[in-house]
Antibody
Framework: EVQLVESGGGLVQPGRSLRLSCTAS????????MSWVRQAPGKGLEWVGF??????????EYAASVKGRFTISRDDSKNIAYLQMNSLKTEDTAVYYC??????????????WGQGTLVTVSS | QSVLTQPPSVSGAPGQRVTISCTGS?????????VNWYQQLPGTAPKLLMY???SRPSGVPDRFSGSKSGTSASLAITGLQAEDEADYYC???????????FGGGTKLTVL
């Protein structure tokens, strides 16, 4: 059974940093891209970024709203994907979901999701 | 404002058929990038409902179906049930923005 468990969320002041983790099980983690998607309170889904598998060069892509501030990485030996968030802004407040990503050319889709972790950016 | 446009809400009585539209442009749906659909039940994480326009993951009932025409896609739900009450999101890729895009979401209410 595929399981994704996010951790690391919490309350953080604007301008500070936070690192989220996504621990995966139930599938061959190293073979798959992993994505992060966020959802601000009462709002819709917003793609944050992804990291492809090592076999696909561990390529990363980011949404314009987080590019230069957020970094996605992975540790295939531990089956963990990370989201390093720097220079946090109040508008980054959201539930952050990690998802196992199926890459189909550019038509990627997210076939399994974690339960999410809440990040609140506030002074 | 989302690149993919969905109606904010739709509703239907149990047993009825409802459709949810997802309108894009020539740089996403019209450029033949796939449309995928997700269901988010209240208080839970999204779940993949449909991928590649009309393919259902294992476990998704065949009451759910997807289609595409031009720069729009649609999700149809037949035999509406109370447990279908949820938010539904379409998702694709936009070549002008070079990123994954979601629709704004549609809240389905079962009357």
């Amino acid at each position: 059974e595929v399981q994704l468990v996010e951790s690391g969320g919490g309350l953080v002041q604007p301008g500070r940093s936070l690192r989220l983790s996504c621990t995966a099980s139930g599938f061959n983690f190293s073979d798959y891209a992993m994505s992060w998607v966020r959802q601000a309170p009462g709002k819709g889904l917003e793609w944050v970024g992804f990291i492809k598998s090592k076999g696909n060069g561990e390529t990363t892509e980011y949404a314009a709203s987080v590019k230069g501030r957020f970094t996605i990485s992975r540790d295939d030996s531990k089956n963990i994907a990370y989201l390093q968030m720097n220079s946090l802004k109040t508008e980054d407040t959201a539930v952050y979901y990690c998802s196992k990503t199926v890459v189909v050319g550019a038509s990627d889709y997210f076939d399994y999701w974690g339960q999410g972790t809440l990040v609140t950016v506030s002074s | 404002q989302s690149v993919l446009t969905q109606p904010p809400s739709v509703s239907g009585a149990p047993g009825q058929r409802v459709t949810i539209s997802c309108t894009g442009s020539s740089s996403n749906i019209g450029a033949h990038f796939d449309v995928n659909w997700y269901q988010q039940l209240p208080g839970t994480a999204p779940k993949l409902l449909m991928y590649g326009y009309a393919s259902r993951p294992s476990g998704v009932p065949d009451r759910f179906s997807g289609s595409k025409s031009g720069t729009s896609a649609s999700l149809a739900i037949t035999g509406l049930q109370a447990e279908d009450e949820a938010d539904y999101y379409c998702q694709s890729y936009d070549s002008s923005l070079s990123l994954v895009v979601f629709g704004g979401g549609t809240k389905l209410t079962v009357l």
